[in-house]
């Protein structure tokens, strides 16, 4: 015992600035992940806050263009007459199929060109499709996936 009792000074004079290095090591990683963290989270903040902004101009722009009697008269001169023949044009093409008749049921003709493949289809999405909701990954899921 006598032994042990002049060795543990020793002992705790050489592991003690060890297991102070290691915890400060630790503290600092655990404040640099917190850090990084806070950062991530205040720049999604930020673009999300951008995103609202620019998002109440847009729809603030289109209450202004879809009000206006130009815009609904195009709308349905141009768009309905653009979705009636894609309509027909996309049951004449199921109702044709060797799934149900074969053959050519309602005789719908394809449009000329690229106006079909191209330009009715811009049309079509223009009136019809919703832009997608989601921009992309976050800097917080962006810091997550780095972390692992």
Known sequence: MAILAL????????LTPF?????????TQLTTTEAGFVAATASDAEVIKASLT???ADN???V???????????SW???AAVAIHFGLVFWATILASKFLFGRDVLGVPQAPGQYGAVFEWAIISSFF????????PSDVSRWLNKKQ
């Open 7 to 14: 060795i543990m000074p020793l002992i705790s004079g050489i």
């Open 19 to 27: 297991v102070k290095a290691w915890s400060d090591y630790k503290r």
């Open 54 to 56: 620019a998002d109440v």
């Open 60 to 62: 603030a722009m289109k």
């Open 64 to 74: 202004q263009l879809y009000g206006s009697g130009i815009y609904r008269f195009v």
């Open 77 to 79: 001169f141009v768009g």
């Open 129 to 136: 499709i919703v832009r997608a909701v989601h921009g992309g």
